[in-house]
């Protein structure tokens, strides 16, 4: 008798079959009936997360919501309430909310729908809605730079309930990059971490005469909001949200940064090397490479006892 033929070979998945299945997988662990295993999100989130599932997510992660589900909808019914009246109270024409709506307008010129009729004017109120609101629970002074912020909780979240609270459980643990003390020390830990990882190119900076709060303090205390496309700066706030180290592992993304650009920062002069750092060429960037090599970074650093 002949031998049977062999089984076929598995077909290759494609990356929509991956993508969906990945969605699906995180989509049951937020969906489970009772409880949440936030250690089983986290791990999922790390990889990066579906744009389906990641307002969910995140509010997992940021402790908006808790890992057991039974108050979830009258919580959320709550805060929507209390988020609706607060907005009604708030006066759009004081000096604040003046100073919110100009950076918004910046801000939001700069997005494509900003160029929609109508559409501009509504997406400066949610910005200014959540800043305000934001400001009158924290004694935090305004910074423009909290406009900048707000944008990724903006794609991710429909509801501005929702960016507020998010956006709120996310400042307090970047506050204290909105305190000079707190700025001023991040800055000097970030500095020896780059002259250690990359002495060439601070030795570059030095000798142009770049001063580092010119770019280095709008890289840590705006996430590289400014420097990467909106879609990279989700990823990696996924991993930042999700990760053992949270936002303490930033510094460590900019220095791998710093390297990815490496090359066209010791080859350019004066102004050249402030332009290249405040607005880096991200196209192609690999954002699972980047925080590969920030790990590294990260290893190395603290092996050799630089902080």
């Not at 808790?66 to 607060?86: N, P």
């Not at 909310?97 to 900003?114: F, L, N, S, T, Y």
């Not at 879609?231 to 390297?259: I, K, Q, S």
């Not at 960037?285 to 090599?293: D, T």
Request: net charge negative; glycine share 6%; hydrophobic share 45%.
């Amino acid at each position: 008798t002949a031998d049977p033929p062999p089984p076929p070979p598995p077909q290759p998945v494609s990356d929509e079959e991956e993508a969906a299945s990945r969605e699906a997988a995180i989509r049951d662990l937020v969906d489970g009936e009772a409880r949440v295993d936030l250690a089983k999100l986290r791990a999922s989130a790390l990889a990066g997360l579906p744009a389906q599932v990641r307002a969910d997510v995140w509010m997992y992660l940021l402790g908006v919501k808790g890992s057991e589900k039974a108050d979830d909808d009258a919580a959320a019914r709550r805060l929507e309430t209390e988020f609706a009246d607060r907005v009604r109270r708030v006066d759009p024409d004081d000096a604040l909310a003046r100073r919110i709506k100009m950076d918004a307008r910046r801000r939001v010129q700069r997005e494509p729908a900003g160029a929609v009729p109508g559409a501009a004017g509504a997406m400066v109120d949610r910005y200014w809605h959540v800043v305000a609101l934001f400001l009158a629970d924290s004694d935090l002074d305004y910074c423009a730079e909290m406009v900048s912020l707000l944008e990724p909780f903006l794609s991710v979240f429909q509801h501005e309930w929702c960016v507020l609270a998010c956006f709120r459980a996310f400042m307090e643990r970047h506050r204290h990059m909105f305190n000079p003390q707190g700025l001023t020390r991040a800055t000097g830990n970030f500095l020896a971490i780059l002259r250690h990882a990359l002495p060439e190119v601070v030795e570059h900076l030095e000798s142009e005469e770049v001063d580092p709060s010119r770019w280095a303090h709008q890289w840590l205390q705006g996430l590289l909001v400014k420097q990467m496309s909106t879609e990279n700066v989700l990823r990696l706030w996924d991993a930042y949200l999700a990760g053992d180290h949270g936002l303490d592992f930033h510094p460590y993304v900019c220095v791998a940064l710093v390297e990815a650009v490496q090359e066209e920062l010791l080859e350019a002069d004066g102004v050249e090397v402030l332009t290249l750092l405040q607005q880096v060429p991200t196209r192609g960037l690999e954002i699972s490479h980047l925080l590969a090599k920030a790990k590294n970074v990260r290893d190395d650093t603290l092996g050799q006892g630089i902080l």
